[in-house]
Every structure is written in C-alpha cells, then in structure tokens.
C-alpha cells in the first residue's frame, strides 16, 4: 500500500478533479502489476495494473488507495475488472466519498466472493485526495490560502517593495503548490501591481492551472500578462453585472472569460466558488492579496491555509499591507482557529498549515 501511496503521489496535480489513485498487484509474494490514475478519462489504476499483470492478475491481491469504482464514468467500472480478472483479495485505503461509488464498489467485490478489508493508511489516502474529497461531494473548489509575509505579516513594505520577503526554498514551494491545484486565484489589485504570470514554474513541467482574477468592476489592464500569454494556460475574470459594460466587451472581444458573480460593488465571492465548481474546477490556490484573503475568510470560503512567514520584521503601519486584511472580531474567543496545525521550515522560513475552524 505504501508504493501505491508513493505512486498516487506522483500523479498529483496531473488529474484534475479526479483523485489520485495507486495500484499493486502482488502474488506469491512478488510484485505482477502496478498502476497510477494519470489523467482525466484516462485509465483508472487498477486497470493500468492489471493490464500490466496480464494472466497473472488470476488469484492476486490487488492493494488500492481508493475504492474501486463501480459506475460507468469516462471509463468502465474498476470492480468488474477486478472481478473478472480472478483477483481474490483487494485490500483498499479510503473509501470512496463519490456519491456514485460511495461503499458500493466494495460491496461489489464482495458480492463476487472476493475478500475486502478497508482502511489501511486510509488517511495518507485522503489526505492526498483532500480536494476531490471535498468537491465530489459539494461541488465546491477546495481552497487553499497561500501567504509569503515578513514574520509582522506584511506583504510588502510602506514603500510597496516586496521582492523578495520569503527565500527561494519557499518560493520553489509555491510552484509545487501551483501545480497541485487547478486554479490560481489573485485579485485585480495584484495583476496591477506585480503583472504576474501565475504561472507553475517548478522542476516538474506542469499541467498549468487556470488563472483566476476576482476584478469587480474590471480594472484588469488590457495589456496585463494573464491576458496576453493565455495560449496554455486561460484566464477568468471574476465581475460584477456592474462592471463598465464598454470594459467587459473589450475584454470579451480578446476572447476573455467573464464570469458575472452578483450585482453589487463587489464580487459575490461564494456565487463566485460556486460557479467555478460548475466549470469544473474543484481546487483553487488563492494567492492574495491581503483584501481578497480576509474576504475568502469571512466568507468561510477557505478549506485550507499555508502561511509563509520570513524570518523579517519590516513595519509600516497602515502603509504596508499585511496577509490577511478582515473586519475582524471583538472578543479573542470568537477567532477562526485552526486545526491539524502542521509547521515545516523552509531555508530561513517558517511554513505553517492548518485547516480553519469557521465559528
Ligand atoms: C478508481 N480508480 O484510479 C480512480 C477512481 O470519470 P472517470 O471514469 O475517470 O471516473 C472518475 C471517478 O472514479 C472519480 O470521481 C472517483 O470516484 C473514481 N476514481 N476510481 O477505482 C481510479 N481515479
Ligand atoms: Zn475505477
């Protein structure tokens, strides 16, 4: 099970709303296949295993990550494959929270005779599969918060510098984060302020993730790099229905995406989660700036967060920006707290995950 964890791992980034999954087919003690779920539509990984296995799958013990399937999707249900390849013994991790599976692929191979136990390293199962977990079930993109602060939580100076505040360990960190979620999520303020590519940059060459700008009454320069190099990699635009409309036919004209999330000053954000789920988007790396991120919190729309702090103390009162920028609460016991709290060094910076508790 622990290779097909490392297997599964592998492939994370790659699948899109799809779970990453392992197989290992193992009989008389000795590996006869072995598979990962690549991509979308494409093989699921008890498939690839088998065909590996060939006649050999007949009497083996297949050892999944996830469930097998048992419905019709892009592919053919894993369980009958199982069945029919002579497997005898599956040993699963999580089960599957697909409302279409969700229990019902277990008790197909049971059905068939065929010796089920779940459970084993279920949880490094799930939580590799944490956005899809959440998606299949709500529909909702998983959203993780990344902030890069000095250790006061600034974003930049009182000046407005801010390259660089985190070392290169963290910033090589982001583009692993990038390439795990499909889409990065900035507001309009941070296109006009750094232009950047929000991009996935990292060793691996990567599935780019869509780029997503909450720009209410788009101010998004015509000529900002999220609009011009958008050959790999679309751009959509997060509006108001008040938004200039001679702004958004220009924007449109360029073959823009424009999706229009409520009519008041601001982006409704959670209509906003909620049509992006729609298109398909189950996880999201919201990269700030520190207005948009304390809006997301407030909101309660945050699953996820991974703050990077510096090991600098740089000021500025209400000149410099900091991470998180939200109304706020009056009494400490009304706090977002965070759970299953996880801190790592990266070179000189601290990195500190959690998963917010929303009162
Ligand atoms: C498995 N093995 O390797 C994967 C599974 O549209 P499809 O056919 O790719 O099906 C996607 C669903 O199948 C997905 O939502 C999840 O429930 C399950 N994924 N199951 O047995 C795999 N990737
Ligand atoms: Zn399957």
Not at 27 to 51: N, S
Not at 102 to 111: E, P, Y
Request: glycine content about 10%.
């Amino acid at each position: 099970m622990k290779l097909a964890l490392q297997m599964a791992a592998g492939a994370l980034g790659q699948t899109g709303i799809n779970p990453v999954v392992g197989c290992v087919l193992v009989k008389d003690g000795r590996i006869v296949g072995m598979g990962a779920h690549l991509k979308r539509g494409h093989g699921h990984a008890e498939v690839l295993a088998l065909q590996m296995a060939g006649e050999e799958a007949r009497g083996s013990t297949a050892y999944v990550t996830l469930e097998p399937c048992s419905h019709f999707g892009k592919t053919p249900p894993c369980s009958d494959r199982l069945i029919e390849a002579g497997v005898t013994r599956v040993v699963v991790a999580a089960t599957d929270p697909n409302p279409l599976v969700a229990g019902t692929g277990i008790a197909k191979l049971q059905a068939q005779g065929i010796e089920v136990s779940a459970g084993l390293l279920a949880d490094e199962s799930s939580a590799m599969n944490e956005a899809f977990n959440k998606y299949i079930v709500t529909r909702m993109p998983f959203v993780t918060m990344k902030t890069a602060s000095t250790l006061d939580g600034r974003i930049a100076s009182k000046t407005g510098d801010s390259k660089w505040i985190t070392s290169p360990a963290s910033r090589a960190y982001v583009h692993t984060l990038r390439h795990r979620h499909q889409g990065i999520m900035v507001g309009v303020d941070t296109v006009i302020a750094d232009d950047p590519m929000l991009s996935a940059r990292g060793d691996v060459p990567a599935v780019q993730p869509v780029r997503i700008i909450a720009d209410s009454q788009l101010r998004v320069p015509l000529g900002a790099r999220v609009l011009t190099e958008q050959d790999r990699q679309p751009t959509i635009l997060l509006a108001s229905a008040q938004a200039p409309a001679e702004r958004r036919a220009a924007l449109e004209a360029r073959g823009i995406t424009i999706l229009t999330c409520g009519d008041g000053p601001q982006v409704d954000l959670t209509l906003a989660m909620r049509q992006l789920g729609e298109r398909e988007i189950g996880s999201i790396l919201l990269e700030g700036g520190g207005k948009l991120n304390g809006a997301m919190l407030e909101q309660c729309l945050l699953d996820k967060l991974v703050l990077m702090f510096a090991p600098k103390l740089i000021g500025g009162g209400h000149a410099a920006p900091v991470n998180i920028n939200f109304e706020g609460f009056a009494k400490m016991d009304e706090a977002i707290t965070l759970d299953r709290v996880k801190v790592e060094q990266l070179g000189p910076d601290i990195c500190l995950t959690g998963y917010p508790i929303y009162p």
